[in-house]
């Protein structure tokens, strides 16, 4: 194998699949990345037997073939390289040669065989997604992911397609984020999947505002295609909880109030947070929050904000970060939050989007 590309092209392609290597990978070819070269195009792929990433990059092919790399020491040598063309070429005992403007490197490579192959997904239904709705989607439930490695399950996102409709769930078992959108064409077959956390964030790392990805449900893999990078990831098996179970039906009267007043204060009692001491307490009044948290040893807080609201006066603790983590993301200047006791969980819906709290002893 023999080829020639810019710097800058050979760069972009390693940032987009160098982050799911690991450096304590349990087996060599794990650490390396497969480049090989066909006309005029190079394809980079990654992979660590639960996900996959590939991408194509502009080169001049002199000579086909392909190699894998260590992926580290690779990318390390070619940021250091000087800007302009590069040249890489294979040896025999799977030798690679990069040289740059007038400096060379030797690296000992791996044979293309012993690298994993990247899965197919032939004679399947392509969905097709709004970019910008997808990562929004992404956004406003990811969060809510747990990472507790006892409740596997939980450790993604679930993904549901019917019809014409796409709805996202995510829950640690504390709160519970779900939203749905409307697909620009309807699909034929149900779809249910678990989508492991790492992929969800490799994907939200690519995409972008503009154009659509594409999506392929296999039997235990899926594959995103993101303007041309191809992620593929296993499925988390299992059965997700049913969560319209915890939903409960809307109440009323709600909670009004400014996000971004309640969002800077509940920042403000977060500050005073232990690990063994989270909850804040929220006093409800007529037209009145008050938001305190005390700290045994740390010391104590108290602010109020007006509120628009005429039920009946409540108090009930929440995990400030799980507030925070939903609060920051919205773009509504002011927000609903439906509070039914200390024991009921809150819970704020937004046109297509409801996120759901479970109240903590104060």
């Known amino acids: 194998m023999r080829l020639k590309l810019d710097k800058n092209h050979l760069m972009e392609g390693i940032q987009i699949v160098q982050n799911i290597v690991s450096s304590k990978a349990t087996l060599p070819i794990l650490s390396n990345m497969l480049l090989e070269t066909k006309g005029n195009k190079g394809r980079m792929n990654t992979t660590d037997l639960d996900i996959g990433i590939s991408c194509e990059i ?7 073939g392909a190699i894998t790399i260590p992926a580290k020491r690779f990318s390390d040598i070619v940021r250091e390289l000087p800007s302009g063309e590069i040249i890489i070429s294979t040896k025999k005992n799977n030798q690679v040669d990069i040289e740059g ?8 490579g791996l044979p293309k065989e012993e690298f994993p192959k990247f899965p197919e997904f032939k004679d399947k239904e392509v969905i097709k997604i709004a970019q910008g709705i997808f990562k929004e ?18 450790n993604g996102l679930l993904m549901e397609i019917s019809g014409d409709t796409i ?4 829950t640690d078992g504390r709160r519970l984020a779900k939203i749905e959108k409307k697909l620009e064409m309807p699909v034929k077959k149900e779809i249910s999947v678990i989508i492991p956390i790492k992929a969800i964030q490799e994907l939200h790392r690519n995409l972008m505002e503009e154009g659509s990805v594409s999506f392929i449900a296999g039997t235990n893999q899926v594959l995103f295609d993101v303007n041309g990078i191809l992620i593929a990831t296993r499925i988390i098996e299992g059965e ?11 109440v009323s009267p709600k909670v009004g109030v400014n996000r971004e007043v309640f969002l800077s204060a509940v920042r403000r009692a977060n500050l005073l947070t232990t690990p063994d001491f989270q909850a804040i307490k929220f006093e409800v009044f007529v037209d009145k929050l008050v938001i ?10 108290r602010e109020e904000i007006p509120i628009e609201y005429g039920g009946k006066e409540m108090i009930v603790g929440f995990n400030p970060q ?20 200390a024991d ?15 109240p903590m002893r104060i």
């Open 101 to 108: 403007n007038k400096c060379r490197f030797k690296l000992n």
């Open 58 to 64: 502009p080169v001049e092919t002199i000579e086909e």
């Open 344 to 358: 009921k969980a809150g819970v704020i819906r937004l046109g297509d989007y409801l996120y759901l709290v479970l």
């Open 292 to 301: 305190s948290k005390t700290t045994p040893d740390i010391g104590e807080s």
């Open 137 to 154: 989607m992404i956004l406003m439930t990811s969060f809510a992911v747990s990472h507790e490695e006892s409740r596997y399950v939980l």
């Open 240 to 250: 997700f909880p049913n969560y319209n179970q915890v939903i409960p039906k809307p």
């Open 322 to 341: 799980f507030l925070i983590d939903m609060l920051k993301n919205v773009s509504e200047e002011s927000i609903e939050i439906e509070l039914m006791g």
């Open 167 to 170: 709805r996202m769930v995510a």
